[in-house]
């Protein structure tokens, strides 16, 4: 038995699609927030995903012309984001991705005040939503690597977080900044597409790392590689700035920072961790942190002299 169709998601579902069919601007290939906020708005009153209960609450014919706008709205993004790529390919990532990114904030995501912070928490914003366009990353095959017990769930870094991270370590062409448990490799993709510096992204995850690598190899980016290894033994002499998601705790957190702690008996070192790791790194003497520590935002440590 078919559900009654709702009056109230239809006639405000009505008012929305007849505003977005209405409004020849929206396709403008600059108006990559509007069509991003249009979208964002159609998906809380249908979902897409699941047309055959979206139907049961709004009219079908009302419902396929609210599919139609998100499918001329996604057309109109991915051209956007392809353009991007193609810039990104012949080394203008720097300035590609800044001119979006500050389209989709408030501020340029890399302003100079470096005690400016993004907001706090795991949420994701339009900000994700550029980089997981512009990244395309494959879905990874299935997980073949076996976890220890002290090894956290993949999540990845929201994107204003490393832009944050950017901001924090101005990154030079000397640096080499490792990411311990890099995942499909968000944060040293996007800092390989942002500067000259060479970045590593390490994982157990072979599945992980291999959809990195052919994100990598898409975007033509020679300053980013991805090291299917266990952090315990990989070679972590090359780094000057490490960047640390909370990727394990316990006893590898403990031997990761301790090799991290040899590290800087021979050279300067920088530590930037995010999530539930902070309280612990911030324990440790041999490191000075730049602000105070925080769960929910990424934080720089130095390491002493």
């Known amino acids: 038995m078919k559900t009654v169709e709702n009056p109230i998601v239809s006639d405000a579902l009505q008012r929305l699609v007849t505003r977005l069919e209405n409004d020849s601007t929206l396709l403008d ?6 069509r991003l906020e249009a979208l964002d708005q159609l998906e809380a009153h249908v979902t897409f995903a699941s047309p055959a209960l979206s139907t049961d609450l709004i009219d079908p014919h009302l419902h396929r012309r609210a599919t139609a706008i998100c499918a001329k709205l996604e057309a109109a993004n991915d051209e956007r984001y392809a353009a991007i790529r193609a810039e990104i390919r012949r080394g203008h990532g720097l300035g590609a991705l800044l001119h979006w990114a500050q389209s989709l904030t ?3 995501p890399l302003e100079s005040q470096v005690d400016r912070t993004p907001p706090n928490g795991l949420a994701y914003d339009y900000l994700d939503d550029l980089l997981s366009g512009v990244l395309q ?8 690597a076996t976890p220890d017990q002290e090894m956290v769930f993949y999540q990845p870094t929201p994107a204003r977080h490393i832009f944050h991270l950017l901001r924090l370590t101005e990154l030079t062409d000397d640096d080499v900044l490792i990411d311990l448990g890099s995942g499909v490799g968000h944060v040293a993709l996007l800092i ?3 500067t000259q510096a060479r970045c590593i992204g390490i994982d157990m995850e072979p599945a992980y790392i291999e959809c990195a690598r052919r994100c990598a190899d898409h975007l033509n980016l020679a300053n980013v590689t991805f090291l299917q290894q266990d952090v315990r033994e990989a070679d972590l002499s090359a780094g000057s700035v490490f960047y640390l998601y909370t990727p394990f705790r316990g006893t590898i957190l403990a031997t990761v920072l301790d090799r991290l702690r040899r590290e ?3 050279h300067p070192i920088r530590i930037c961790s995010y999530g539930p790791i902070t309280p612990v790194i911030a324990q440790e ?3 000075q942190a730049a602000s ?3 769960t929910d935002r990424v934080v720089l440590f ?3 002299d």
């Open 106 to 108: 408030e501020t340029s």
């Open 137 to 144: 990353l494959e879905e990874p095959a299935a997980s073949t």
């Open 29 to 34: 290939p600059h108006h990559l927030r509007r």
């Open 192 to 194: 390989a597409m942002c």
């Open 302 to 304: 130095r390491s002493r």
């Open 285 to 287: 003497p041999w490191l």
């Open 292 to 294: 105070t520590p925080q």
């Open 264 to 266: 800087a008996t021979f």
